[in-house]
């Protein structure tokens, strides 16, 4: 029983930045999952676009993301400052919002993303190393759960909301309209506005004061270890295609609007549940272990997605989907800072968020391409993308068993 309550009595000690983080995580996710999984469903109901033009959309606004990643985390340790450069982030994406009111095509759909994915962009890495400038290796991997965590339950939130939306506008219907996305959007705009609040008011930026001499920040210094884990972390990228798929998925199965805002808040909740456990014990057992088992699990759910043939094979797949989110996805971002010096976590954040952002771009081409298919080559549709993303994430699994094990992690002090 000690064990099972030791990683929520961890929780009390976190200092508020890290809670203030969580709460504007919790709001902009509200409003954000509300939007960003229906863009794909308004893409392909509304507007008609195919799959591999919904996939060069997902991908190029990921991609520009991780571009400003990599600048505002070397931004943020040049400057020693990461609150207000996150804080500048937050504010675009939630000022962007309100745009998608006006989307009549796919083009502004493409414009207003890009214009949100700019956002999440720039409050990306400067966010993560302020969690870790302010918490110590033993806790840091509580810390990025209990991010992890708030961010989920936000998420929750907003699938539940946008559900009750379409079921007064449109009941059960398998196609979302126009007219319910507005809806959706406009109900958006408030917790978005409540997250860039949040963030201004309740975090402080810590660490280094400015008058202490720093090494020259350089990417050599970031280190072998970090380096060869963002090679592995590439080559699992390149097969984790835009969540966008899973949901068109789910759609090509059957499952109702409705039915799709409710399996993702399920997913979500499972991720919610299982993140603050799962950091708490990759600060016991190693981060490592954490994210094998995590990748394994995101295997497993791929292929059930390619062999899938029924609506609720689909809804038990999404709901373990939130399992592989609480192991995995916290702790590789925990992992980053054990890597490399403290002065350098912003670049290595920055670097780490666009290596896997850029190939967002590649990787959902890659599936939209394989779902629409080619001629008559047998294999090519909907079950393509995830046995390709299956494939690659077992790959990676190994070179982590088997390559990883050997580096050593390398870190300049205890924070």
């Known amino acids: 029983m000690k064990n099972i309550t030791q990683p929520f009595k961890k929780l009390k000690e976190l200092p508020q930045n890290v809670w203030a983080v969580g709460i504007t995580s919790f709001f902009m996710d509200v409003s954000s999952e509300m939007i960003i999984n229906i863009i794909p469903l308004f893409l392909a109901n509304v507007a008609g676009v195919s799959t591999g033009l919904i996939g060069f959309i997902e991908g190029i606004g990921d991609t520009t993301a991780s571009l400003l990643k990599l600048i505002s985390g070397w931004l943020s340790d040049k400057l020693r400052a990461r609150k207000w450069l996150a804080v500048f982030g937050y504010a675009l994406s939630a000022f962007s919002k309100p745009f ?8 502004i759909i493409a414009g207003v993303k890009w214009a949100d994915r700019v956002g999440k962009g720039i409050r ?84 280094t004061k400015k008058d202490v001499q720093l090494p020259k920040i350089t990417f050599k210094d970031l280190g072998k270890p970090f380096m060869i884990y963002l090679v592995i972390v590439s080559l699992f990228t390149l097969g984790n295609s835009s969540d966008a798929f899973l949901v068109l998925r789910a759609q090509n199965l059957g499952i109702s609007i409705v039915g799709i805002f409710l399996m993702l808040a399920m ?5 919610s549940l299982v993140a603050v456990p799962a950091g708490s014990l990759s600060d016991t057992v190693g981060r490592r272990k954490i994210i094998i088992g995590g990748w394994i699990v995101y295997a497993l759910i791929y292929f059930g997605f390619a062999f899938a ?50 190939l967002a771009l590649p990787a959902s081409l890659i599936a939209g391409i394989l779902w629409q298919g080619a001629g008559s080559w047998h294999g090519f549709g909907p079950s393509a993308p995830f046995l390709f993303g299956g494939t690659l994430a077992l790959i990676a699994v190994l070179l982590m068993a088997f390559v990883m094990p050997e580096m050593r992690e390398k870190n300049a002090d205890t924070k």
């Not at 038990?316 to 800072?337: D, E, H, M, Q, R």
């Open 100 to 107: 998608f009111l006006f989307a009549s095509s796919w083009g």
């Open 124 to 207: 990306t890495s400067p966010r993560d190393a302020l969690v870790a400038d302010s918490v110590t290796k033993e806790t840091r991997g509580i810390a990025f759960g209990l991010q992890k965590t708030l961010d989920s339950a936000g998420a929750v939130l907003g699938f539940l909301i946008a559900a009750l939306v379409v079921w007064v506008a449109q009941k059960n219907s398998l196609l979302l309209s126009k007219n319910t996305f507005q809806i959706i959007v406009f109900f958006s705009i408030i917790p978005a506005i409540l997250s860039v609040i949040s963030l201004a008011v309740g975090a402080k930026d810590v660490g």
């Open 267 to 271: 997913f979500k909740l499972i991720y």
């Open 309 to 358: 043939h029924a609506a609720w094979q689909v809804w038990i797949l999404y709901v373990i989907y939130g399992l592989y989110y609480g192991l995995a996805f916290g702790t590789a971002s925990a992992f980053v800072a054990d890597l490399v010096p403290s002065h350098m976590r912003g670049t290595a954040y920055g670097t780490y968020n666009a290596i896997i952002g850029l």
